[in-house]
């Protein structure tokens, strides 16, 4: 029997970094028949998102005083064909967090895992760097980033314009990442209201996944900062590798 379970937070900003790569090269990654690449101009997207969340707590519990933590994730647009109409959907890597005890109560909520990394996010004179480190696997990502003069243009081979980005992201509700159980994906469906996006100038330092997948040719994009706004996750269920089938035998 599926039991839901949701998790709500404040977004204090967010960091999204694009890279763009040929549609056929992350179909050869995507673990799910029913997961196909989302296209835009001809390019596919993954994402390396940065989240600084405070008030995180198990809902329906109030957020005060909750959690605070840093957590990141490379994401890939992808459209979700396993229901009757097709619709764009995320297909996670894998999640991070900086908070200990996120990282051990994460597997109990969503059935995923969500491993333990050190964040730091460092403000030096107008720019702002960022590093992510894992304890065995080394750096994850570094980058320096400070405002655009135009926050408002963005300059992208991907999206057209900023309102064209705000709505790809708005877009993914639906994700889906390796869950602890073998062969089977965890579904968590995202809800949140941004209140504001912003284009900045910046230098990726380190980017993990070009070691990761050395063949995809990875061309970083364009950056883009939220801030403010109501996250929730909501645990949907298992879904088995290789098919589209929901698998609801967990309790």
């Known amino acids: 029997m599926l039991i839901p379970r949701s998790v709500h937070a404040h977004l204090v900003e967010r960091f999204i970094f694009n890279f763009r790569m040929r549609p056929e090269v992350l179909k050869s ?4 028949c029913s997961l196909q690449p989302q296209v835009i101009q001809g390019w596919s997207v993954v994402s390396f998102c940065l989240l600084k969340l ?7 519990l109030p957020a005060w005083p909750g959690l605070k933590t840093i957590s990141c994730a490379y994401r890939c647009g992808v459209i979700d064909t396993s229901g009757a109409v097709p619709e764009p959907a ?25 491993p333990q990394v050190r964040s730091t996010l460092r403000l030096e004179g107008a720019a702002r760097t960022m590093h992510v480190y894992h304890r065995e696997l080394g750096p994850v990502f570094a980058a320096s980033v400070e405002p655009s003069v135009n926050p408002q243009k963005l300059d992208s081979q991907v999206f057209d314009s900023l309102a064209a980005f ?22 968590v469906d995202l809800q949140k209201k941004d209140t504001h996006y912003e284009v900045l100038n910046a230098t990726v330092l380190h980017n993990s996944l070009n ?11 364009s950056a883009i900062r939220a801030t403010g706004g109501v996250y ?4 949907r269920g298992l879904v088995e590798r290789g098919c589209s089938h929901v698998w609801a035998g967990e309790k």
């Open 29 to 32: 990654h995507l673990p799910v």
């Open 211 to 221: 070691a990761c997948w050395p063949e995809a040719g990875l061309i970083f994009d």
């Open 54 to 60: 405070d008030h995180v707590m198990l809902s329906p």
């Open 166 to 187: 705000t709505h790809f992201m708005q877009q993914g509700v639906i994700s889906y990442t390796p869950a602890t159980s073998e062969n089977r994906l965890s579904r």
């Open 90 to 114: 995320v297909y996670v890597l894998e999640r991070y967090t900086d908070c200990m005890l996120i990282s051990h109560l994460d597997p109990w909520i969503f059935l995923d895992s969500m």
């Open 232 to 235: 929730k996750w909501t645990y």
